[in-house]
């Protein structure tokens, strides 16, 4: 293990743990959010997993928590400047504490051809993979590789260190994994089915011995919010993770049904409770063109 240190005024110092020699070379990134922790206990798992490997051929970079500020604050942000670390890299190397460290952890990135970012999109969601498949080749293939069953169009916002690990040629995906918000709470199957779908991404590049394999993947377009329109109990009728029909009813709210606005995965929704106007209530991907419904 070695550290960089990306800003001595700010005590922040990020591990960068290297396993094997040469190349190819792939990255594991997580704890970009703070409080994201099934992400970190994945990729502490890998680094168990690789520590035990003897057949690496290339070099493995895992880097498992890329905040330490935010991380001991337990929060998505750094309590340094306030800034969300996925929405300004490539950083900079003159700008403030996080702006600093997400320059140092894209410099470290410079060597890599493929990159793994590991998030959390909280404790009422589910297990998805991040992609920009309708604009890179290597996305799907990426996403078949790793075997998660569903891929969700990103939204494109600029800063996201895989998104802008994609404009600049190299191969790149975000996994979401339940867990994290609020507090950091960790999903402990899911932390493990993403050691195992990073695992098997390894074994399809070439870094460790094994019988490559392409799962089935449907393939979402973007996330669609659905709101409360006024204050109400709220009662979901289905988990995190489900295919919904069109106008399938999905929760109550003061009795009254909501019904899903497309056909499509229901990425995350919030428990039974008292939800006020304008409060996020759930989360949509509707089939990608292709997937058929």
């Given at each position: ?32 959010h703070g409080d994201e922790h099934t992400g970190i206990l994945a990729a502490h798992l890998l680094m168990d997993t690789l520590r035990r490997k003897r057949n690496l051929r290339g070099r493995v970079k895992i880097i498992p928590v890329c905040n330490p500020a935010a991380y001991r604050h337990r929060s998505r942000c750094s309590p340094f400047d306030g800034l969300d670390m996925n929405r300004i890299f490539p950083g900079d190397p003159c700008g403030s504490a996080t702006r600093l460290t997400a320059h140092a952890i894209w ?187």
């Amino acid at each position: 293990m070695r550290t960089i240190i990306a800003d001595p005024l700010s005590l922040t110092e990020i591990a960068v743990h290297e396993f094997g020699s040469g190349e190819p070379v792939m990255a594991i990134t997580a704890g970009i959010h703070g409080d994201e922790h099934t992400g970190i206990l994945a990729a502490h798992l890998l680094m168990d997993t690789l520590r035990r490997k003897r057949n690496l051929r290339g070099r493995v970079k895992i880097i498992p928590v890329c905040n330490p500020a935010a991380y001991r604050h337990r929060s998505r942000c750094s309590p340094f400047d306030g800034l969300d670390m996925n929405r300004i890299f490539p950083g900079d190397p003159c700008g403030s504490a996080t702006r600093l460290t997400a320059h140092a952890i894209w410099s470290e990135l410079s060597d890599v051809r493929m990159l793994v970012d590991l998030h959390c999109c909280g404790i009422y969601g589910s297990n998805y993979v991040v992609t920009l498949h309708d604009e890179y080749d290597h996305q799907r293939e990426m996403a078949e590789a790793l075997g998660i069953p569903y891929a969700v169009r990103s939204g494109g916002a600029r800063g996201q260190l895989f998104l802008e690990a994609c404009h600049a040629g190299k191969q790149a995906v975000l996994i979401e994994l339940k867990g994290g918000q609020p507090s950091g709470f960790i999903d402990l199957e899911s932390a493990r089915m993403c050691h195992d779908a990073v695992i098997r991404l390894m074994i399809h590049a070439g870094l460790l011995d094994g019988a490559a394999s392409r799962g089935e993947v449907t393939y979402f377009d973007r996330l669609i919010p659905v709101h409360a329109k006024r204050h109400g109990l709220f009662l979901p009728e289905v988990e995190a993770g489900a295919i919904l029909r069109e106008g399938q009813v999905f929760a109550t709210l003061d009795g009254e049904p909501l019904s899903s606005p497309c056909t499509g995965l229901i990425s995350s929704v919030m428990p039974p409770r008292y939800c006020f106007a304008g409060e996020r209530l759930a989360r949509i991907a509707p089939f990608a063109a292709g997937n058929g419904s």
